[in-house]
């Protein structure tokens, strides 16, 4: 019934199909025209008593499947704040995906605790972090976030003699959480799973980038989490840290800072300023998906307080051989993960810290370009163009939301709206190393004749 993977033949039509896939990734409509929306139809069908020939199945998942993809791992996709592919990753992806290794301890796959290791060290090379400070390689920023929290939350009350482990949050002592009024929603969301309810938030004021201003913060203790941006989700602005964090470590709050896309603003010279002092905080989260361009999921928690977060996530059994050895799974929420590490090793170390930098600044440089464009055009740029986002929009939001419907059934590029100042906008996130100027142009061209 198997196929034995001697049997390359299947192995082989999947890699044409995806090598097909990529050289025509560049050039075809980033999201899918209406036939093959409609050919989705095809996957409507019983569930078969009888086992299907595995060819078939990837020929049927190629010609309905690959059509109704979005091209997001192309140059002209602006949507949501995703990378795109650096080639050497998604090679190591194939090659991982073969190991098939499920990576909580050493004891369970040598080679990923070990990679997982180097890439620890690297990332804290990269951001300028404490050496004490560990690294979990979980799906994504949400799940980061997470982490920080929880490791922030056992980390306050054990300060206060309560240990939530335990305990439990019936009865425990206070803690406060201070955030941003511009704060992604995936912080709310990972505080509300830890049990901390909208109405228990202590929101400060922000600027018209959505950065908190210093001045307004409420006053910060030791029973303080304060949640701070390295990049905000439309603006792309970062919170002031080099006047915020000696606050917060004078007042001995725990500070998470949000880097989901950000973060990585720290392997650029040009941009050290953006992420200074940000070395004072006590975790942060990012998103190798994003900024870096790894496959997806690749998301990041690293927190200085090993303890904080081994004690928030660890699980026991008496099953479970830890060792001397990295174990992985003492600084992420899940047991079974897959190698996603490995993926983040190759993209690193093909870039080296030259490339990743060029990297950083080319987003930021075709950001910008997409600013000047739209401005020589007559459309509204309503942000300052700090790093990788650029807001736009047209003279009224009902201008504004005709024009991105007809550039999105267009094909030809595809962006997301926003709400910014009680204003309807049109959000671009430039975060793919394939976007090129001609893309930009080819872009904007497509807004202009959508306002005409």
């Given at each position: 019934?198997?196929l034995d993977f001697k049997?390359?033949?299947l ?6 199909y995806?090598l ?8 075809r409509?980033?999201f ?5 929306l ?12 009888e ?6 199945i990837?020929?049927q998942?190629?010609k309905?499947?690959?059509?109704a993809?979005v ?9 949501f704040?995703?990378g ?18 499920n990576?909580?301890?050493y004891i369970s ?7 997982e290791s ?11 972090l ?8 979980v799906s ?6 997470l982490?920080?929290l ?5 980390r306050?009350l054990k300060?206060?003699g ?6 439990g949050?019936?009865?425990?002592p ?13 912080v ?6 830890l ?7 202590e929101?400060?004021a922000?600027?018209d980038?959505?950065r908190?201003?210093p001045?307004?913060?409420p ?5 303080t989490?304060l949640v ?13 840290f ?9 007042a001995?709050?725990w ?5 989901a896309f950000g973060l990585?603003?720290a392997?650029s ?5 953006l992420?200074e ?12 998906h ?11 928690i ?9 004690s ?11 060792g001397e050895?990295?174990d ?7 047991m079974s ?5 490995v993926?983040?090793w190759?993209a ?6 030259k490339?990743?930098?060029e ?10 370009q ?5 401005e020589?055009?007559g459309?509204?740029?309503l942000?300052?163009?700090v790093?990788n986002q650029v807001?736009v929009?047209?003279?009224d939001?009902?201008q ?12 030809e ?10 204003k309807?906008?049109?959000?671009v ?5 394939a976007?090129?100027e ?10 202009v004749d959508a306002?005409s």
């Amino acid at each position: 019934m198997f196929l034995d993977f001697k049997n390359k033949e299947l192995f082989q039509r999947a890699g044409d199909y995806a090598l097909e896939y990529a050289e025509a990734a560049l050039e075809r409509n980033v999201f899918p025209d209406e036939k093959a929306l409609k050919n989705l139809t095809y996957f409507d069908e019983e569930l078969p008593a009888e086992s299907i020939d595995a060819l078939s199945i990837i020929d049927q998942l190629h010609k309905y499947g690959s059509p109704a993809t979005v091209s997001q791992i192309g140059g002209r996709y602006f949507g949501f704040v995703d990378g795109g592919v650096i080639p050497a990753s998604l090679a190591v992806k194939w090659l991982t995906d073969f190991w098939d290794q499920n990576t909580p301890m050493y004891i369970s796959s040598p080679v990923v605790a070990k990679i997982e290791s180097v890439v620890e060290k690297w990332l804290k090379q990269i951001f300028s972090l404490p050496h004490e400070t560990v690294a979990g390689f979980v799906s994504g920023s949400s799940m980061a976030i997470l982490c920080g929290l929880a490791a922030a939350r056992y980390r306050i009350l054990k300060r206060q003699g309560w240990d939530v482990n335990k305990k439990g949050l019936s009865g425990s002592p206070l803690f406060r959480v201070v955030l941003g009024k511009q704060a992604h929603g995936t912080v709310v969301k990972g505080l509300a799973i830890l049990g901390i309810g909208s109405e228990q938030l202590e929101y400060t004021a922000v600027d018209d980038q959505g950065r908190i201003i210093p001045e307004l913060l409420p006053k910060l203790d030791e029973r303080t989490i304060l949640v701070l941006q390295a990049g905000h989700v439309s603006t792309g602005s970062f919170d002031p840290f080099n006047k915020i964090m000696p606050i917060a470590e004078e007042a001995g709050a725990w500070v998470h800072v949000d880097g989901a896309f950000g973060l990585w603003a720290a392997g650029s010279d040009k941009f050290k300023n953006l992420t200074e002092s940000m070395v004072l905080a006590d975790s942060w989260s990012a998103d190798g998906h994003k900024t870096l361009n790894t496959p997806y999921d690749s998301g990041i928690i690293l927190c200085k307080d090993k303890e904080a977060l081994s004690s928030a996530l660890h699980a026991a059994g008496s099953y479970i051989i830890y060792g001397e050895n990295r174990d992985g799974m003492l600084f992420t929420p899940e047991m079974s993960r897959r190698a996603r590490a490995v993926e983040m090793w190759a993209a690193l170390k093909f870039l080296g810290t030259k490339g990743l930098a060029e990297l950083v600044e080319g987003l930021h440089e075709r950001a910008v370009q997409f600013a000047k464009e739209f401005e020589a055009n007559g459309f509204y740029v309503l942000n300052d163009v700090v790093f990788n986002q650029v807001l736009v929009s047209c003279k009224d939001d009902d201008q504004t939301k005709k024009v991105l419907e007809l550039v999105q059934k267009s094909g030809e590029c595809w962006c997301g709206n926003a709400m910014w100042s009680d204003k309807y906008v049109i959000r671009v996130s430039v975060c793919s190393w394939a976007t090129t100027e001609s893309d930009v142009s080819r872009s904007v061209k497509a807004f202009v004749d959508a306002w005409s």
